[in-house]
């Protein structure tokens, strides 16, 4: 054991419960068992009393049929599945939006924050103005916004914009052909498994020969040759082992293919547009934070504007940028609940909404979907620091 | 925990609640509105008992000094504010009855505008003290929310509003068709078991308002609108080019529509139950606004002279004054006045009584006797 740093003494002779470590120690048990009590307490005491009021509680609802149709559905579901299920359904519909709502933001980002940093004068002036507005218009007004002033007045179905008699679009969604694989298809789903990792192979390879030759290497080429070569090679080998499942009219509505319906497009546009602004000022003062010192130095070294900004500015601004991006993610996240406004069915529409409302378990519900929250906003942060101490490492 | 309830509930009862809910509904806040109803519900909760829960609705509303009332957002005939935010309507004007029993005063009600998804916590969490919002009484309601049905102020059922150049006669032509439901209501599920017995397909496109779901109506997001008919009804004439629309004949399921209390308060439940029931009485006996104070002068019908107050009970049982049910009747009429009025032949629905006929015309309304 060390000795004590202040005193000098060996903390033998101390008594036990004078030992800073043990009565910390202490404390924080007893401050734990303390907060589980109380939630405890409230917990029990409220499922209690909420009995005591015949207001039915407990788990059990979520293995009775839900009753009740959904409209976009990642997973089988129709009206016989279970009060459970819909909150699978809920779950990936949230989880769709936010994912490709962080993607489109992020390309957004960064595109318009460097741009606004352009010497261009026309194209800084187009990110400035795109920043400034949809940051400064509130997420709820530019989800309807889309919804009602863009989405719906499109044709009816029966007047759909079309492009090849394959996609069309009108006010009920944008219909797309999906492919049906046939067998053997598995094969190609294993050659790009293979092109995938070849790929992280290459890139290290050529990483690993540029430090010691000093010789770049086109990996970006060479990757995409890759990726799409080799699958394509095994599709034609196989005998191409895929066809296409057309959208077309019927009665109502379209049949067959895939749909994205307007809720999604426009809970989406907002999104990813709406938190795109915030991320291009991220990356804008990421940038910035980036001494003007380092690009002058890969100027006289001879680098080019696009290498400057790829190999020196961004990995350096990443470290400013990261802490806001997460930030900026969690945030998506979160707001992608307003999807009620519009009734795309995410989350909080079907589960804290429609099953809420048909079971009335309101305590469960709620709680269920607090912790759903909880825990993607935990995990992208968890993420996003890994990702943070794996970039401030390469720091040299 | 029962030895302090009684305490406790000082705290927890509407006042306490009240500040912690938002009143505006609309818009930006019904989002943050429904954590605060939720969170108010475990609040609410955790720290009261029941013991303390009989009489205390109406030892809260008479010391408040007026009612609180749930209705919908806005829903023609039966709960709408006008440009001025007055509230009218059928179930606006149950609420101003159960007021003019209690109170002598119909005007003593403030009402809460709330989505079919909020309604029911509203009202569990104390929010509000009672819940008159088109609101169909089904079996799961009335046994594990927590909650009483008081009667039925109006006998409806489900259909559907569609688009006459749809081209469409009966219901059962909607195979694939999408439509615009509300959530939370017995219309999502009465649209899946009708689709569901008919080996129909069908897409729903579900909204919180009834205001977001007559617009997407409007704009052709869906085929069809369907809801309770009395609300079709209703919604229509919101609709851009009402003559565009029609009801088509099929009504699909049993919506009694009526007010909802909290369960385990009996007065207050006796009381909502025999302001509608007086009304009733008040038709049958043809006892109106008009000639209510002349026949409690001078009425020799003893089923008269008893709902009046004159003789009898009168309001002991109850807890009111004896002359509860003369003040309904005066300041918001009979039955069969509030119903022409809001939704009938005085009203832009023009709906006709059928199944709200009095028992003794034909329909199904019966109130028990006054005695
Ligand atoms: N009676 C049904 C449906 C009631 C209902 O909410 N109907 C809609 C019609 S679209 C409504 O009144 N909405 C008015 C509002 O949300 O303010 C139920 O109790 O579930």
Redesign the interface.
Known sequence: MAADPVTGAAPAKAALWRRPVFRSTVFQVLLILGVVAVANY?FT??LQ??E?????TGFGFLSNEA?????QSLIDYD??YTFGRTFLVGLLNTLLVSGLGIILATMIGFVMGVARLSKNWLIARIATVYIETFRNI?L?LQILFWY?AVL??LP?PKQSLELGEMFFLN??GFYHPVPVFEQGFNLVFAAIVVAVISIVFLARWAHRRQEETGQPFHTVYVSLAILFGLPLLVFLVMGSPMSWDYPAL????F?GGGVVI??LMSLLLALSIYTGSFIAEAVRSGILAVSHGQTEAAHALGLRAGPTLRLVIIPQAMRVIIPQLTSQYLNLTKNS??A????Y?DL??VF???T?????Q??EV?AMTMGVYLTISLSISTFMNWYNKKKQLVER | MNSAAGDMDAFVQPHFLKNLILTSTRGNNRTMKKIVLATSALAFCAAVSTTAFAGATLDAVKKKGFLQCGVTTGLPGFSSPDDKGNWTGLDVDTCRAVAAAVFGDAQKVKFTPLTAKERFTALQSGEIDILSRNTTWTLTRDSSLGLNFAGVNYYDGQGFLVSKNLGVKSALELDGASFCIQAGTTTELNLADYFRANKMAYTPITFDTSDETSKAFDAGRCDALTSDQSQLYALRIKLKNPDGAMVLPEVISKEPLGPVVRQGDDEWFNIVRWTLFAMLNAEEYGVTSENVDKMAASSKDPNILRLLGQSGIKGQGLQLSDTWAASIIKQVGNYGEMFERNVGQGSALKISRGLNALWSKGGIQYGPPVR
């Open positions: 409230l005491n409220t009393n909420l005591q009021r015949g207001i039915s009753g009740f149709g959904i409209v009206e016989t509130p709820l009602f719906q007045p009816r006010n009920r019927k009665g109502f509505n049949t307007p809720e609940s307003l009620t406004a519009v009734g069915p909080v529409a804290a909404g429609t809420l409302n048909q079971t009335g309101a305590v709620i």
